[in-house]
């Protein structure tokens, strides 16, 4: 259906406003003095005139401009077209058919169709000949072929063809008002989509992927400290300042917002959130990439954030119950357990075989309790910062072969081979080749994570072989701990690092085990914005990757000369 843009329809509607007026006013006037009306049109301008005449006055004033604003104003100005006709044709047919004054009217008639595309036209040419042969029909059925009549119709054909001519080139302005209204339509749901984000109560940062902020909403304004306006086109770093538990800022190749743009990957997490006032608040966050829909490429991120202070503050009262419970506890069952160990001595006392396996048995137990009270303090210490941390330079690969060695013992009780590799092929005979990756971390934490992870292999494979690796890059040291184990479902795999996850299987219920080492070796990782990840499936075993910060060796020499001359100083 063609049709021309909406000016022309509101000029067409006000121009037939004033005509309609018009025809009312000359029908009165024809009523109240007949005699000023020309012979031959009075009998036009009746009653039926000026019903028609009110009719399209009170169309275009209550209806019309209700039904413009609607978007239906192609549909409501044919409404008044069609009027026009009706009124057009009583004038011509109550005043002399073709040969009517009121033929000029059908003349702007058929010049005003091609406003309403083709088919009006069409239909306009439809109604003047159905007119033509009602009207000149005579008693023997054929019509009457007199000059005005045909002058009347054919001039309404060529009318028409050249509405069209002059309307054509207008119909494409059409897709303007397409556009506008579509461009209305879109600014209609952008502004929903703003309500929508602006009423959300939790915070809600959208970035391009250059990390530029496009869209935060009103939560997330009163949780750093931005206005709304004022951090759009800022980079995210700078408005949302993330801080980990030491109360440091992450570092951009360990931000949320970095991560989830290379990993494509939602990342959820809490941390510490440092507001441009400086006050600190405790935020549970989740950001997520936004993925273009045909190419799939990211486009940026979402983050939400909610304010956690509070729930925080409630689980550090609770570690700290935990803490000084596990603490005093320990030492009681750190003595039974010694007492215990003498009982089982044969140097010490004499004990028979029943009582001996009673007392093993009992041992097994209390050594259980007491690495699960160490396992308590240790990641109640890690939740609120106070894990002892004192990071050096770390040669990652003289260590890692160093650990793997004694580590190694345990595995090959079990008839498990152990293998070592470095870069990216295993053996000694590449060591002098291999890069060295030194990192800054404390060893004795670092050697409480591989442990952890290397005895988790350990535990849960029963056959098959254990590799400990290590490679990297320029940014990251990367080591990983890879068994033949059961594997872990992809449902527990998000879970394993939370606090007392067991996975519940038969595999995992015959082995003991607190469900805290892999919660604290996260915190301990994380205490050197490093990153630990599980790789596995279920029959095909596990892998543990570990990544932290590469530094380099000139970084290294200096770290290590800036050591060597502080404790000269705390000596002398
Ligand atoms: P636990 O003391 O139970 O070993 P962890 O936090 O170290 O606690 O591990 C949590 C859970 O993760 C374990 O209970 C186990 O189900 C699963 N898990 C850890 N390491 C492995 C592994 N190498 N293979 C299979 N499952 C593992």
């Known amino acids: 259906m063609q049709s021309v843009s909406d000016r022309w329809y509101i000029r067409y509607s006000r121009i037939s406003l004033a005509l309609a007026v018009a025809l009312a006013i ?6 109240i003095f007949p005699d000023v009306i020309i012979e031959g049109q009075r009998q036009a301008l009746s009653f039926l005139a000026l019903g028609l005449a009110i009719v399209q006055i009170l169309y275009i004033t209550i209806i019309f401009n209700r039904a413009a604003k609607s978007g239906n104003i192609w549909q409501s100005s044919f409404i008044l077209y069609l009027l026009q006709t009706i009124t057009a044709i009583s004038l011509i047919h109550t005043s002399g058919e073709f040969g009517s004054a009121y033929m000029t009217l059908w003349v702007i008639i058929a ?9 009006a036209i069409v239909g306009m040419c439809f109604v003047i000949t159905l007119y033509f042969i009602l009207a000149t029909t005579g008693a023997d059925g054929i019509p009457t072929f007199d000059t005005p009549s045909l002058v009347g119709l054919v001039g309404t054909y060529i009318l028409g063809f050249l509405s069209y001519l002059i309307f054509k080139k207008y119909y494409d302005l059409k897709t303007n008002s397409q556009i506008t209204k579509l461009s209305g339509a ?19 940062v959208v970035t391009d992927n250059e990390g530029s902020i496009t869209v935060m909403n009103s939560s997330a304004s009163k949780l750093t400290g931005w206005q709304t306006d004022e951090s759009q086109g ?32 939602p990342i959820s997490n809490t941390y510490k959130l440092e507001a441009r006032d400086k006050t600190i608040r405790s935020v549970s966050c989740v950001v997520s990439p936004i993925v273009a829909d045909k190419s799939n490429d990211i486009v940026g991120t979402v983050a939400v954030m909610r304010d956690v202070s509070t729930e925080k503050a409630e689980e550090q009262r609770r570690a700290d119950f935990i803490s000084t419970a596990s603490h005093e506890m320990r030492t009681p069952v750190a003595a039974i357990e010694g007492y215990l160990a003498l009982a089982l001595n044969d140097k010490v006392s ?21 690495k699960l009270f160490q396992d308590l303090l240790t990641s109640a210490k890690a939740e609120d910062g106070r894990l002892v941390s004192r990071p050096s330079v770390m040669d990652m690969g003289l260590y890692l072969e160093q650990v793997a060695d004694s580590l190694r013992f345990s595995a090959e009780k079990k008839g498990l081979f152990v293998e070592y590799t470095i870069g990216t092929s ?34 849960y494979t029963d056959s098959g072989k254990i590799s400990i690796g290590l490679t990297g ?27 007392f996850y067991r996975v519940d299987n ?23 914005n490093g990153r630990i990840w599980v790789e596995s499936e279920v029959g095909k075993g596990s892998t543990f990757y570990i990544n932290l910060p590469r530094i380099s060796s000139q970084k290294a020499r200096d770290l290590q000369n800036n050591n060597a001359s502080s404790s000269t100083i705390n000596h002398s």
């Open 26 to 31: 000359t029908v009165i006037i024809g009523q």
């Open 111 to 119: 010049l005003i169709s091609g406003m309403f595309g083709v088919y």
């Open 186 to 204: 879109l600014k209609n749901k952008q502004l929903q989509s703003e309500i929508l984000v602006q009423s959300i109560t939790d915070g809600v």
């Open 234 to 265: 800022i980079n995210v770093h700078n408005v949302v300042t993330f801080k980990n538990e030491q109360d440091e800022i992450i570092p951009n190749t360990n931000n949320p917002f970095d991560l989830v743009i290379t990993s494509k990957k």
């Open 350 to 370: 004499k004990v028979d075989d029943k009582a001996r396996s009673y007392l093993e048995k009992a041992h097994s137990s209390t050594q259980h309790l007491g």
């Open 426 to 459: 295993s053996g000694a005979a590449n060591k002098v080749l291999t890069p060295l990756y030194y990192a800054y971390a404390d060893p004795d934490r670092v050697r409480e994570v591989i442990t952890n992870i290397f005895d988790n292999a350990v535990k």
């Open 473 to 499: 890059n320029d940014d990251v040291v990367q080591f990983f701990v890879k068994d033949t184990g059961p594997g872990i479902s992809k449902e527990d795999i998000p879970h394993l690092f939370q606090k």
């Open 506 to 528: 038969t595999n995992t219920r015959t082995v003991g085990g607190t469900g805290l080492g892999l919660f604290i070796c996260k915190k301990i990782i994380e205490i050197y």
